[in-house]
């Protein structure tokens, strides 16, 4: 079993920044993807960023390239999603996700491992 732990979230100004984190047990994980998801209310789940434990590749969606920047700490066991320039629309619940295998998938549907979720509110 896997056990994910989201944090970091909170209430932040549109142009701040967060930092969320995910802290990983239960497993080893050097096969694994680990992604972030978010789901704002009325909203379906939709992907952010996902990064692969080993080698360190990595994906985006559009809507955050260029503002977001996921990261791992393998001693740690810990990925980080760095996310600056935020505006109103990226207020959702944050998911941190994992499945194994190496490929990087963008469904929700391909992760088998889910965090509770972390709250994150832009005001205008």
């Known amino acids: 079993q896997v056990q994910l732990v989201e944090s970091g979230g909170g209430l932040v100004q549109a142009g701040g920044s967060l930092r969320l984190s995910c802290a990983a047990s239960?497993?080893?994980?050097?096969?694994?993807?680990m992604g972030w998801f978010r789901q704002a209310p009325g909203k379906e789940r939709e992907f952010v960023a996902a990064?692969?434990?080993?080698?360190?590749?990595?994906s985006y969606a559009d809507s955050v390239k260029g503002r977001f920047s996921i990261s791992r700490d393998n001693a740690k066991n810990t990925m980080y999603l760095q996310m600056n320039s935020l505006k109103p629309e990226d207020t959702a619940v944050y998911y941190c996700?994992?499945?194994?295998?190496?490929?990087?998938?963008?469904?929700?549907?391909?992760?088998?491992?889910w965090g509770q979720g972390t709250q994150v509110t832009v005001s205008s």
């Open positions: 990064i692969k434990w080993t080698g360190g590749t990595s």
């Open positions: 239960g497993r080893t994980f050097s096969t694994y993807v």
């Open positions: 996700a994992a499945r194994g295998g190496g490929v990087v998938y963008n469904s929700p549907n391909q992760y088998a491992y």
